[in-house]
């Protein structure tokens, strides 16, 4: 200001624009600053404004509009190309010209959810008029969260208002400039309770004081809201509006309710280089992959371009087909495409057993892209995975019920529209329950039919024509079956916690209790291994997704111990083969929209990767003869453990443990049984724990009466035959 005024080149007016300038900035900051740091239940009850407050006709504010027909701010995410994985033409190509020669996109750009679904915005950004009591405040109006079994008073389903009147709202802090587009809303998530908002205004701020409707040639417009409480509803601005602040206040509700509300706003934040929060908050990515949700036509396409880039690594098959005939494809990533190598392990990731948890399937599209890529690049870490691994990726499970999801959108499903087959039933509670039958045959020791502790059959009713049993689930077990997997992960939607089996509680008087395997330690290891290198599942500041905070257990949980759950695929895999399972809950949003998926990859890369490569932790080795023959079918046993693998078709076997020293032992039909001490480390890479085993004197017996044609005669026959023969000499 000094310089300025001796060069006389600032005005008086400039000057006091200056002032003004950093005199707002320095308000802003100072309102700003103290709401991330203050008690959330003060700031929750102490708003800004008095809860019927509205603007009087002269202090209106005027936003920015955005006329219909005007382009508005491009994305960088939709500009930029990929050339690894680049669309077709066909894809690019625009729609046939009408007959005034405009060109129309097939797909035009528009404005994403801000986050409240995602918790991309906090707690703190969210504020309400009033609130019926803590649970149902401001903070649980999110689109699609869930309440908890109890509604307790912490974990509600949506923002309730304190009155019923058209006074009140609730209100959302982009924190920066933003273009809004749209509003969806839903009732409250309630087993006990139907409330829901039927119509609604929708006003805009700058400052949060002055607020102006959303207005038409008629007047302000009041929108059509929800007619139940789960199904979302979507109303369009009839322009976009720029400005900070966006408050939606329910005019008319559920007769029998009250003022409840779960939403999503729908905006574009305007580019500002100097906003720091937004800049600290930004989350981008490198990797030069396709981020989008394919359809089933594009997910194909998306493997055969996968295929073609890395025909040497990569093999693409389908284990069936679904229930409406679509067929399951899958994707392999081995050295040795199409065959199982001796001594090398087999690894699965599977997703969209719900057909609505789309992020599951996308980030095993994205990760399959990842490998090919990483591998033509030469990265050791991704080259040495993939020639010591047999890697299996079936992206959708259940293609049917992801197709009805992909037509409603990414924000307008619901919580459950896909969720299951065709023929409604959910894959991944659709496997025959095998913890049942091991636990009585355990409590009753007595008893004639004994279950063993691995690899126990499939009752036959499960097997029956009759016995509702998805297409889809038959498929994923014969798959099971055939391949000798070692480790599996199902990733699912809807929260942030990597869950591990038992799924099933072992007393039939409880639905929640901690249930552990035989190799809980191993499981529990698994499962930090994930959680622990995603970017969020163990941030003790994070907020819960909807009612369960899994932080005690560092974004871990014993399945039975969140609930119980017969007929799980993780118990199946367990006690019906030789892999271990766990669900992986990628995310909070089940179907993100497309701009969040790279930073959903940014936030689980690193885990895919390091969960795959947990398969090379334990022992390994091959069962053989004194010949060098592998004997298939062999049990292996570790002391201490009350679980058994056994070894595949050329006795070769993995046994997944954590480091330590263990006596593990081997038997086999016909063999002698062995033991050995084998120790693992905790360097990556299992220890190697061959067997050689001899055949039985029982077993040489009979194969030697076998080749030479007889069989053992009992020495009393003999006896009679020989005097028999003396009697007959005599006369």
């Known amino acids: 200001m000094i310089a300025l005024s001796k060069k006389g080149s600032c005005s008086s007016q400039l000057c006091f624009a200056l002032c003004a300038f950093g005199l707002a900035l320095l308000g802003d900051v100072s309102r700003a600053v103290p709401m991330d740091d203050q008690d959330y239940y003060l700031q929750e009850i102490s708003n800004r404004d008095h809860y019927y407050s509205f603007p009087y006709p002269g202090e209106e504010f005027f936003p920015f509009t955005e006329q219909p027909g005007e382009q508005g701010p491009i994305r960088a995410a939709e500009t930029e190309e990929h050339p690894g994985f680049k669309p077709s033409k066909k894809e690019l190509k625009p729609k ?103 119509s609604y205004r929708v006003l805009v701020s700058n400052d949060s004081h002055a607020w102006t409707a959303v207005r038409n040639e008629s007047g302000d417009v009041i929108f059509e ?269 809807g929260e942030l916690v990597v869950a591990y089996p038992y799924d099933m509680v072992r007393s039939m008087w409880k639905t929640q209790d901690y249930t552990p395997t035989p190799d809980d330690h191993v499981f529990r290891w698994l499962a930090y291994s994930y959680a622990s290198t995603h970017r969020l599942m163990t941030d003790a500041r994070r907020r819960a997704c909807h009612t369960e905070d899994f932080q005690k257990e560092d974004g871990t949980v014993n399945g039975a111990s969140w609930h119980t759950v017969a007929g799980s695929i993780n118990d199946f895999s367990y006690l019906h083969t030789n892999c271990f399972e766990l ?42 003869d004194v010949h060098g023959k592998g004997i298939p079918n062999a049990i292996i046993s570790v002391e201490g453990v009350n679980h058994d693998i056994r070894t595949g078709a050329d006795g070769d076997y993995w046994r997944l443990l954590n480091p330590g020293e263990y006596v593990v032992g081997v038997k086999a039909e016909g063999y002698t049984a062995a033991t050995k001490t084998c120790e693992v480390g905790y360097d990556m890479g299992a220890t190697q724990c061959d067997f050689t085993i001899s055949k039985s004197n029982l077993a040489r017996i009979k194969e030697i009466m076998k080749k030479f044609g007889k069989q053992p005669v009992s020495l009393s026959v003999r006896r009679l035959r020989q005097r028999a023969r003396q009697w007959r000499q005599q006369r």
């Open 96 to 198: 046939k010209s009408n007959k005034k020669g405009k060109s129309v996109l097939e797909t035009p750009p528009d404005c994403p959810p801000l986050g409240l679904e995602t918790l991309k915005i906090t707690d703190f950004q969210l504020h309400a008029s009033t609130a019926k009591r803590y649970g149902l405040g401001a903070h649980r109006g999110r689109l699609n969260i869930q309440a908890g079994v109890n509604e307790n008073d912490f974990y509600d389903g949506a923002w309730c208002a304190g009155r019923n009147d058209p006074y009140q709202w609730i209100e959302v802090d982009a924190r920066r400039l933003t273009k809004f587009t749209g509003v969806i809303t839903q009732g409250r998530n309630s087993l006990w309770s139907s409330n829901w908002v039927t």
């Open 583 to 624: 669900s992986i809950y990628v995310g909070c949003d089940k179907y993100p929209h497309e701009s969040e998926l790279p930073e959903e990859w940014e936030n689980n890369r690193e885990s895919l990767i390091v969960f795959m490569e947990q398969v090379h932790r334990g022992i390994k080795g091959i069962v053989k």
């Open 225 to 493: 809201g929800n007619s139940e409480k789960e199904i979302p509803v979507l109303n369009m601005l009839p322009v976009p509006l720029v400005a900070r602040y966006i408050r939606i206040n329910p005019r008319s509700w559920f007769e029998e309710g009250s003022i409840c509300m779960r939403l999503e706003i729908l905006g574009c934040p305007l580019p500002d280089p100097n906003n720091y929060y937004h800049r600290r908050n930004e989350m981008t990515t490198t990797d030069n992959l396709d981020f989008k949700h394919h359809n089933y036509k594009e997910m194909r396409q998306l493997m055969k371009t996968v295929n073609k880039m890395c025909p040497n690594i990569t093999r693409i098959y389908n284990i069936g087909k679904s229930n409406q005939g679509l067929k399951l494809y899958a994707v392999e990533i081995s050295d040795n495409p199409g065959e199982h190598e001796v001594g090398e392990p087999e690894f699965r990731y599977i997703a969209g057993a719900h057909g609505n948890e789309v992020l599951g399937r996308e980030l095993i599209l994205l990760l399959m892209q990842f490998m090919c890529q990483e591998y033509l690049a030469g990265n050791p870490r991704i080259v040495h995975l993939i020639e010591h691994t047999r890697i299996h990726l079936l992206p959708s499970v259940n293609p049917d019920g992801y197709d009805k999801a992909y037509k409603a959108g990414s924000e307008l499903g619901g919580w459950s529209l896909g969720r299951w087959t065709q023929d409604g039933i959910d894959i991944n509670n659709n496997f025959p329950d095998l913890n049942s039958l091991l636990w009585e045959s355990e409590d009753q020791k007595k008893s004639k039919r004994k279950v063993p502790n691995h690899h126990i059959p499939i009752p036959d009713w499960y097997l029956s024509e009759n016995a509702t049993v998805a297409v889809e689930t038959r498929a994923i077990i014969a798959w099971m079956e055939k391949i000798p997997f070692v480790l599996g992960g199902n990733l699912q939607g």
